[in-house]
DNA sequence: GAGTTTATTTAGGGATACCTAAAATTTTTT
DNA sequence: AAAAAATTTTAGGTATCCCTAAATAAACTC
């Protein structure tokens, strides 16, 4: 039995450094920190012992945090594939809400074994994004390949579609999902203020407009469509 | 948030000890170890802390082990309810086999929410009974009423619906799977061997006798026919 | 009912993942 | 380039749940 018990944290660790390096080069201690809610400290520790498994799951050097070696991103798109078909599952066939999922598949994902795993997504039809629109990693661990921009750098005149929202907080979910912000819904920008990079932007059909912040426009991320 | 945060281990305790006290009046220190595969010593410590919860979990008495008190009661109630209900749902929705649903919600009954709870119950009609017969206590924690007997009971001459197998040894569901014994299966006793415990009996419709000893006898539940 | 066997508890440790506070290093500012 | 600020690491500690070995208590046996 080679079992090498890797804990759930590790795998939450995992994740986070996968989220992280996907905007940066690596990942530092107080981002990882930040993200898992625990001190800087913390991440540390954990981050050297990380390093120190075989193989090793992250490349760690002093003072300039990690980044993903091909083991440990292999096991974090373990991770992700489990947490994004069972929030594609909870949706589909159990009847949950958009902005419910995120929650219980953060749970469940640990838990589930392969067979599971192969059940839900046969289920769902091997579906290749998830109900944020996030991408869902194949049964060998293949990104599916996406060209998408976070609406923070769309200007007006230029029209798209919401591919995904980041799944993190419920509430933003609940507020956009409101405003009919959800994927694939079309969007056309109105105005940009550069003061306080507001975007003021048209939901498809409605009249309404809409001003967000940077702070949501930044975790929608959406494909500009050809003008 | 009064989190409170029982860990999973202490579900595991529980629901150990609920199933131990269905037959002996206390739990003793012994009989929970060996159930969990822990030292003897290791259990001492954890009833200990259980029994300084507030409120108590268990009743626990030097050197005679462990009642549940109500509230543990209810604590082990809601862990075997999501237990039950969840291999119900592996077996109904997912298509797993009889004899493979247990390993997969021993994990998963700790982390699902109420409100996942509810869905698979719902998405089930409320179901009394889960695949290997087990009953599942209702919403508000009752056991639906039930009357059986453990099949090594049974003397020749009478008659026997199969109830519930115990389901904590694949290899056995298996085995039992394939004579034919799975709940509402009719048996009818041939012979009964006071030297070894050993039963001979029927399964409804095949013309096999089978042989089985009290290791697996004990395990297997029954309604006996009236005569 | 004294001695043996069995069951349970106490005592002393280990691993993990977290914490705070202080020290060290790197980066930024002036 | 020195001082200030920010980041990261080290050091020392906590809590949980597990372990083995030794001590104690309870249950049998003759």
Redesign the interface.
């Known amino acids: 039995m080679m079992d090498e018990k890797i804990t759930h944290t590790v795998e939450d660790y995992l994740k986070t450094i996968y989220d992280i390096t996907s905007t940066h080069d690596r990942a530092s201690t107080n981002q990882i920190a930040e993200s898992l809610g625990v001190a800087p400290a913390s991440v540390t520790g954990m981050l050297k012992k990380l390093a120190e498994i075989d193989p090793p799951i992250v490349d760690y050097q002093r003072h300039r945090g990690v980044a993903l070696t091909p083991e440990g991103e292999k096991m974090a798109l373990e991770v992700i594939r489990h947490h994004r078909l069972i929030e594609m599952f ?1 949706q589909q ?4 809400k958009w902005d ?1 999922v995120h ?2 598949a953060d ?2 994902e ?4 392969e ?2 795993e192969e ?2 997504a046969r ?1 769902l039809g091997d579906p290749s994004h998830d109900p944020h629109g996030d991408p869902i990693p194949s049964k060998d661990l293949q990104m599916p390949p996406s060209s998408f921009l976070p609406l923070c750098e769309m200007r007006p005149g230029q029209e798209a579609v919401v591919l995904r929202v980041r799944d993190e907080n419920p509430e933003m979910l609940r507020y956009l999902s409101e405003l009919g912000i959800i994927p694939n819904t079309d969007l056309k920008i109105v105005e940009y203020s550069p003061l306080d990079d507001n975007l003021s932007l048209q939901v498809s059909g409605s009249e309404k407009r809409i001003v967000l912040g940077p702070r949501i426009t930044s975790e929608i991320y959406v494909k500009v469509n050809p003008a």
């Open positions: 909870l066939i159990l009847g949950y419910e929650g219980e749970r469940l640990h838990v589930i074994s067979e599971f059940r839900i289920a």
